[in-house]
């Protein structure tokens, strides 16, 4: 067993938190605010190579796993830039097209997930299918050798910023019983497709949208794989990762909340020359904290390394544990801060309260804490469905 990271996998830690602190907190709030995005970092991250750490070295990138994009997570996340966007375009889109796309999108597209300059966001949820993905109801349908996309997607990421949008559907002769799906990658700007901005109490950079099909016409290279069979593990292909980056996002969201009120309870004081740190009903629940975040840091270590094994089947239960156990550290790490911090937690410039909303938000996208809970309950424990 070996809890070290490689040489290089140090010294990328290294380098993203460096690049992480360079912008920090105050930035990613800024540009919340402003209704901006964070582009000045996903660019200078893109160039220095940390947006392609996972993708083959043929097209560009840097030939390492999901550990690796993972350290990428944890660590913009630790200096308070949780980017929402590193779940999807790299670990979600770039894995689905460099093990299950042809040889023709791998060429056109992973070269841009490489670099960073091609983003492309994930669109799964649907209004009435919610977490029972069979329900999908989005139909895709042939028309000559073209295909046509119908649907309504919600709460999809980032859909304004992206050049594509992965689109899960579904055959038209495959609309009930288990789900089948097609997955397509949708240029953003597709005559048919149209979005409404969601208003979500969520101090992010990074927007939901409503996504509207309608009748969207695609050649027939936007379906992603060479058949109709590749859809269901290309979609599978993609669950692992963004379990894992989401929890590492998690964990290094907490990391940041834990050290902002560290450093603040070590040198408050107000009664006499005692800190309030060093009273115990304010550093242990922030030492509870710390070590709930420090456990799901392991889950999602032995995730990530038994992903990038090939161990997909066991990748799967770490993972879903990484992300249960991550999505409540975060939560219970941003929620101690605040406490620890008193009237400061609650201002913008202290910096925690500004991440209430994101880390609520991570128990319930991208799968539920209580669907975790489901999978755990009958893949690990054996019990029965219940719906
Ligand atoms: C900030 C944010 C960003 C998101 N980004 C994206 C994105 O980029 N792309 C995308 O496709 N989706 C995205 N989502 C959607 C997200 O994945 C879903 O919200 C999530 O999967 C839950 O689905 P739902 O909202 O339809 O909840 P529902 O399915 O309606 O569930 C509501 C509640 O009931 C619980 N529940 C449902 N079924 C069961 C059951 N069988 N047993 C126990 N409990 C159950 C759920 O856990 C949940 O708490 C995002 C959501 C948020 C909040």
Redesign the pocket.
């Known amino acids: 067993m070996n809890f070290d990271l490689t040489l290089e996998q140090d010294q990328l830690r290294d380098a993203v938190r460096a690049l992480g602190r360079k912008y920090g907190h105050d930035y990613f709030v800024t540009k919340a605010k402003a209704g901006e995005h964070t582009t000045e970092l996903w660019d200078e991250a893109g160039r220095l190579g940390y947006l392609g750490v996972n993708i083959p070295t043929e097209y560009g990138g840097g030939g390492g796993g999901i550990t690796e994009l993972a350290i990428v997570c944890e660590e913009l996340a630790a200096a308070g830039c949780p980017l929402?966007l590193l779940v999807?375009s790299p670990a979600i889109a770039a894995t689905v097209i460099a093990k299950h796309g042809t040889d023709g999108q791998r060429k056109r597209f992973l070269p841009g997930f490489a670099d960073g300059s091609l983003k492309v966001?994930?669109?799964?949820?649907e209004p009435e299918a919610?977490?029972?993905f069979h329900r999908l109801g989005t139909v895709a349908r042939r028309d000559g050798d073209d295909w046509l996309l119908s649907g309504r997607?919600?709460?999809?990421?980032?859909v304004d910023e992206a050049r594509y949008v992965l689109v899960v559907a579904r055959t038209e002769d495959a609309s009930t019983g288990k789900l089948k799906p097609a997955l397509f990658m949708v240029p953003t700007d597709a005559p048919g497709l149209t979005r409404s901005k969601l208003d979500?109490e969520?101090l992010s950079p990074e927007n939901?949208f409503l996504l509207y099909l309608d009748d969207v016409r695609l050649p027939a290279d936007a379906l992603v794989g060479e058949s109709l069979d590749a859809g269901l593990p290309a979609l599978f292909a993609g669950l692992n990762p963004e379990r894992i980056t989401v929890a590492a996002m998690g964990a290094g969201t907490g990391r940041y909340a834990i050290e902002r009120a560290s450093e603040y309870t070590a040198t408050r004081k107000v009664w006499g020359g005692r800190s309030i740190g060093s009273h115990q009903g304010v550093s242990h629940p922030l030492a509870h904290a710390a070590v709930q975040v420090e456990l799901a840091r392991l889950m999602i270590h032995k995730a990530a390394t038994l992903y990038d094994a090939g161990r997909d089947l066991e990748a799967g239960v770490a993972g879903n544990m990484a992300k249960y156990a991550a999505g409540e550290a975060a939560a219970l790490a941003v929620d101690t801060a605040v406490q620890a911090l008193g009237g400061a937690g609650m201002t913008t410039e202290y910096g925690v309260a500004t991440l209430l909303g994101a880390v609520r938000?991570g128990r319930?996208?991208?799968?539920?804490?209580?669907?975790i809970l489901?999978f755990v309950a009958q893949h690990v424990l054996g019990q029965d469905k219940?719906?």
């Open positions: 929402l999807v966001v994930f669109a799964i949820t919610g977490s029972n997607k919600c709460y999809i990421s980032g979500m969520i939901q938000a319930i996208a991208p799968v539920s804490r209580e669907m489901n219940s719906y």
